[in-house]
Structure formats: C-alpha cells, structure tokens
C-alpha cells in the first residue's frame, strides 16, 4: 500500500510538472537530420489515457482539426486522429528552434495531390529549415518521418495484420507479375502472408515519397526489387550487402523510377515500417548507401525515448 501511494504522489507531482512546462510549450529541441538521415517519431495511443493530456493536444489543432477530429465516429477513432495530428505538430515544432514556432501556430496545405506539406511561414525574418514529413498510423501505433530537403513516404503495418481475402489472390490484383512470383513460390502461409505485408509496407511508403497519390501511382505500376537479392524474399536480406532495394516502373520511367532510398524495420515489437526518401541524384545509377534511421518513442509534452540501437527497433533492410 505504501508503495502504491509512493507511485500516486510521484504520478500527481509528474501531472503538475507537466502542466507548467505545457504552460511554457516546452519541446525538447531535436537538432535537424543529417543529409539522407530519416528522423522517425512514434506514438502508442495506448500509452496516452489521461484526458488533460488529451485536451492538451486539442488546444494545438488548428480549427479545421479539431474539425476533423470529432467528426470521426467513435472515442477510439478520435483519440487517434487527436494523437495523429499532435505527433505532427509537436515533431515538427521541435526543429523550430531559432524561431522558437510553437505547435499551433504551424500551417498546412496540400500538394495536387493532396499530401500534407508544412506551409512555411517567415518568423522574423528567420529562415526555417526545409522539413519534408510524412505521417502513417495503424490502430496501435502512430508514426511521423522527417528528413530535410529529401521527399519522404512511410508505413506502417501491424505484423499481425490479418487478410480477410487470399493472399495471392488479392496480390494478383495490386502487386506486379514479378513480386506476385516471389509470393507464390513460398509455401508456408504464415511466412508468406509475412512477406506480403513487407512488399506492401515498402511500396506504399513509395508511393507516399512520390506524393502523387494512389491513383497517379498505382501499386501494380511498379515493382519492389532486390540489387542483391538471389531469391528475393525480405527475410534473407538482413546483412550488409543487402540494403539496396530498386524501383522498375512499367508505365512512367522517367518520373517514378528516382533514386530512392528504403529501409524496413521491425518497430516496437508488434509492426513493420518502411521508409523511403529521395536520394542524393549524383549517385543516380552506381546504388545507394544504406539510411540513417533515428527512432524515438514520445508522448508530446511529457517524455521522449530514443530507441533506436534497442530491441524495439529491428532492421531488416536499408540501414546502417
């Protein structure tokens, strides 16, 4: 019983400490990514109950946010739209440093396409660092990536992540000849449900990097591929030499085939997330380097973890 209370007074003392830095809107500065580094930010909304949080959060959505927030329907799905756009402003006020931008005052607008770009705003004559982000959430997990001055895309996808319809079936219809062939030639059906669920991960982050929406990139248009892949299944590709994974496009070389670059994680034990960002164009053509992939776990306002280097973060492919 004393212990228990103990932890109720550290808990309350945790609660008051936290409101006076919210009351400054105190984010620990983050120092920008290096070239081809990928800073990658995540929530899990399980982590985050306490409703003066929450409310927290609400007070630096914009208006139209708040919007979107309650019109989803249901306490779960609006948690996670709430936590969805705090990781977003949060992460991206923490690079704000020398201009000191708080949460709320960030703005937004979208690309012909419709993704999310920061919509940069003069703040005394300061010049702002060209941040690229980009946002993706299962149930369980809440994911933002930023890089500076490269495209980005991101994933994520429970590891449990069940189809309702056959698995070649349903890749027949959206992945390429070639990974449907990678597929097929595995017989086990828990690892091949596996190896579905990284192809898919992957493409969509690029997708996502390429910022011109579903429809002007559609999955079947392109194929995910191994430089030094022999038999081409994710799993094999844990070594060194195995980081380079490639883009053929069918319908539109010229604009969808880039150089980019991708990483495939294991995150937090429970879900895959892919990464992929523009690579350096001088070296369009001779391969890639791996990614430089910093992880951290944070609930905005009251704790951040980097994790990178531990076992919530395992790589798979694309990282140093």
Known sequence: MLLLLRHRLNFMMNIRCFQRSFSAASLAPVQLPSPMETHLWYILPNEVKNASLLNQYLEILSPCEKENVFRMRGEQLQRRALLARALVRTTIARYQTNSQVEPRSLKFKKNIYGKPEVEWQDVDGSHLPPLHFNISHTSSIIACG?????????DV????????????????????PYE?????????PEFQRQEF????????????ALGRGFSAAPFKTFTIRFRTATQGHLSEHRDSEAFDVVVDSFDDP?????NWQFALIELAGSHYAAVCIEGDRTTKGNGTRPMKLTVRRTIPFVEDECVSGTDAVVAIVGLT
């Open 157 to 176: 996808e429970e590891k449990q992540r069940k189809l309702k319809n056959n698995i070649l079936a349903f890749a027949r219809r959206y992945f390429s």
């Open 146 to 154: 930023v890089t500076v001055n490269s495209a980005i895309g991101i």
């Open 197 to 208: 669920i990284k192809l898919w991960t992957l493409k969509e982050a690029y997708v996502k």
């Open 254 to 258: 010229k604009n969808l085939t880039s």
């Open 180 to 188: 449907v062939g990678l597929l097929t030639a595995i017989s086990d």
